[in-house]
């Protein structure tokens, strides 16, 4: 395994991990990062959050979460749905809401749990759903592999189990 991968494993591995996922939505566009080294292709495109630290509320960490990934601040418009994963070592349960950029324009931020030589995240901004999804569908988090349109993944409702 690379180093990258141990640092993942370490971090991350090997324990259920609660995660707040935002999706936002700006001229039609959705707004995603790209982490590299995750996912079967080697890199992942999804969108932003992260991790719950315990005593934080979801709302909270959603916000730390899209404040460290993409400089922005953001407000909670609704809460969506639950996705859970599991691809051995990682293994996660994620809450996604709905968000609306208050200030900032997205910039690619760092993920402090990794080593500054070890960062995840290579690339963020909006993009088109239907372009996104003609590149290779397992470079893309599950969820964005199930939906036809933006206006289905907003209105996803429920507990999901893509794999």
């Known amino acids: 395994m690379g180093k990258i991968q141990d640092q993942i494993e370490l971090q991350y591995g090997q324990k259920l991990r609660v995660r707040v996922c935002g999706i936002c939505i700006e001229n039609n566009r959705l707004l995603l990062v790209h982490h590299r080294a995750l996912g079967v292709a080697n890199g992942l495109w999804a969108p932003p959050g992260g991790g719950m630290n315990y005593g934080e509320t979801a709302e909270q ?22 996705h859970e994963y599991l691809d051995p070592p990682l293994h996660g349960i994620e809450l996604f809401f709905e968000v609306e950029i208050c200030s900032g324009t ?19 901004g909006f993009y088109d759903l239907k372009k996104v999804q003609e590149t290779e569908m397992s470079s893309l988090h599950y969820v964005l592999q199930n939906v036809k349109s933006l206006n289905e993944l907003i209105n996803l409702k429920g507990y999901f189990k893509f794999h």
Do not use: N, Y
């Open 61 to 82: 960490a959603l916000i730390r979460e899209f404040k460290e990934e993409t400089g922005c601040t953001i407000a909670i418009k609704k809460f969506l749905f639950v």
């Open 106 to 124: 997205p910039i690619l931020g760092t993920d402090p749990e990794m080593d500054v030589d070890a960062q995840l995240l290579t690339q963020i």
